[in-house]
């Protein structure tokens, strides 16, 4: 995650928070949610299922399951947990 750190007036900086040490897994959680579950399955809803605008409103919403199922998954497994700093080795 990155965050902007204001020095004074004219100047800013881009810090990094230390918990972003995942960030192939939120990268792909991102592209996932963004692109392949939004579109596809407004593809699905509205050409297969024959929904219409209707098919777009719940692809949008049924779009957060599948990240929030693999972040619940990688969540409870514990993996977060056993991840050594790099600075420890």
């Known amino acids: 995650m990155l965050c902007w750190e204001r020095r004074n007036r004219k100047n800013w900086r881009i810090f990094r928070f ?3 040490q995942y960030a192939s897994m939120n990268f792909m959680i991102g592209v ?9 399955l407004s593809l699905i809803f ?4 024959d929904m219409g605008v209707y098919g777009y409103f719940w692809a949008i919403g049924f ?8 972040c619940f ?3 409870i ?11 420890e080795k």
């Open 73 to 75: 998954i990688f969540f």
């Open 63 to 70: 779009s957060r399951a599948l990240p929030a199922l693999i």
């Open 18 to 20: 230390p918990e972003s």
């Open 46 to 49: 509205v050409n297969i299922f």
């Open 77 to 87: 497994s514990g993996r977060w947990k056993k991840r050594e700093l790099l600075s």
């Open 32 to 40: 996932l949610d963004g692109v392949i579950c939004k579109i596809g």
